[in-house]
């Protein structure tokens, strides 16, 4: 997609009569209420053609950042939709020998994925949302080597700057910021434990980028990690991680984590497990029973959240600052368990999972593919319930973009 200055976005308004109109978009926001939240649409145009997104208001034609893929492009519909309401887009090509009146300048995009000696940092122009540590990342001095591992995010900020993870925390060498490995498992006739590294019987590791992606409206990576035992390896995983321009709020910031697993040579069965395994988020060690505050979709707190189902969960900390977690509807065995460490464990700090494994197996057979959806909210001071439900509806069925002409 070409960068061009600002300036020649504004300019374009004035030149609209020598531009031609490639689709029109309605966007509906449906049932419910949608902030700042990213839409996108298939639309097939030529990778030479410059192109401009406007919003229709009247006779108004308002230029609207956007960012383009192969055959689709991407955009945010910033500030509140209210239930019911629609907006309208317009794409537009721009004859290239109309714009000599007007000056090209490029920039970089708003949305960088920018590596740095071992690892990948996902950002909003100068501000740090996730780190993805691809190198190997060593335990502290004095501790087992075999705590050693790769493919995980840390540290993950938040939009006031605290970072919200932990990595080898004392007791608890094997927790990574935020990672997705299986506890309990059976591959070809042995129990398996990808987590407990402790164990010696398996790890996760970084194998590949696949491709990495930056862009005025999102930034992000996708990751090839392979499951291994001592022995092979028993499972591919494919991280894709997308994080989201924050809008016209930025108290808010949101990004996507899809993990899709396959089988290398041989099936493998994920067993139930009380203590499950799958996405695992290890909170900073400033949070504890005493300052921060959890909350499910159902209700549920600190005291009673583990071992129950939620669509989402949110974790308010003394930092003013908290995460929000949402789970896809087309996850597997939603809504999933929950795992949340109780207040009187680990001095109070807090560790949670969403662990599909938890309360049934899960087969995964050779030839076919697994995904997993969350979506992430980091979030300045609180958020009410309400607002979180919100943010799982909008992720849960999202806006409708219809194409109501093309030309």
């Known amino acids: 997609m070409r960068k061009l200055s600002l300036l020649l976005t504004c300019c374009l308004a ?46 108004r034609h308002i230029p609207v950042a956007f960012q383009s893929g192969p055959h689709q492009i991407s955009w945010l519909l910033d500030g509140i939709n209210k239930p019911g309401s629609q907006r309208i887009f317009e794409l537009i090509k721009i004859d290239p020998q109309k714009l000599a009146v007007v000056q090209q300048v490029r920039i970089p995009p708003a949305m960088l994925a920018i590596d740095s000696s071992g690892s990948l940092i996902l950002q909003e122009h100068n501000h740090h949302l996730l780190q993805y540590n691809y190198a190997v990342v ?11 591992r790769s493919g995980f995010i840390h540290p993950l900020w938040s939009p006031n700057g605290q970072v919200l993870t932990n990595i080898h925390p004392q007791g608890h060498w094997h927790h990574v910021g935020i990672w997705n490995p299986w506890t309990h498992t059976e591959f070809e006739g042995k129990e398996t434990d990808f987590w407990n590294l402790q164990k010696k019987e398996g790890t996760v590791r970084f194998i590949s980028f696949l491709s990495q992606t930056q862009g005025d409206i999102w930034c992000g990576f996708k990751a090839l990690q392979d499951h291994v035992t001592r022995e092979k390896t028993a499972l591919h995983e494919i991280w894709d991680i997308r994080a989201y321009s924050c809008g016209s709020d930025t108290t808010r910031r949101i990004w996507d984590f899809t993990s899709t697993l396959s089988c290398v040579s041989s099936p493998i069965e994920l067993l ?77 700090e807090i560790m949670l999972n969403y662990s599909p494994t938890k309360m049934k197996p899960w087969n995964l057979e ?16 609180d958020i009410t319930a309400a607002e979180a439900e919100n943010a799982w509806q909008a992720f849960a069925h999202p806006p409708v973009v219809k194409v109501t002409a093309a030309f």
């Open 138 to 148: 060593n335990p502290p001095a004095g501790v087992d080597t075999v705590y050693r």
């Open 366 to 381: 050779y030839g076919k593919e697994y995904r997993q959806r969350y979506r992430i909210m980091v979030y300045e001071n």
């Open 14 to 59: 004035a030149h609209v009569l020598h531009a031609q109109t490639i689709a029109r978009f309605v966007v509906e926001s449906g049932k419910y209420s949608r902030t700042n939240i990213p839409v996108s649409c298939d639309v097939t145009f030529s990778e030479s053609d410059i192109l401009q997104l406007q919003e229709v208001k009247g006779t």
């Open 272 to 348: 139930q497990y009380r203590y499950g395994g799958g996405f695992g988020f290890r909170a900073t060690a400033d949070w504890n029973a005493t300052n921060s505050k959890v909350l499910t979709s159902e209700g549920k707190t600190r005291i009673n959240a583990d071992s129950t189902r939620a669509r989402w969960i949110k974790i308010t900390g003394n930092t003013k600052a908290g995460i929000l977690v949402l789970c896809a509807p087309d996850n597997y065995d939603f809504p999933q368990p929950l795992r949340v460490w109780p207040e009187n464990t680990e001095r109070g």
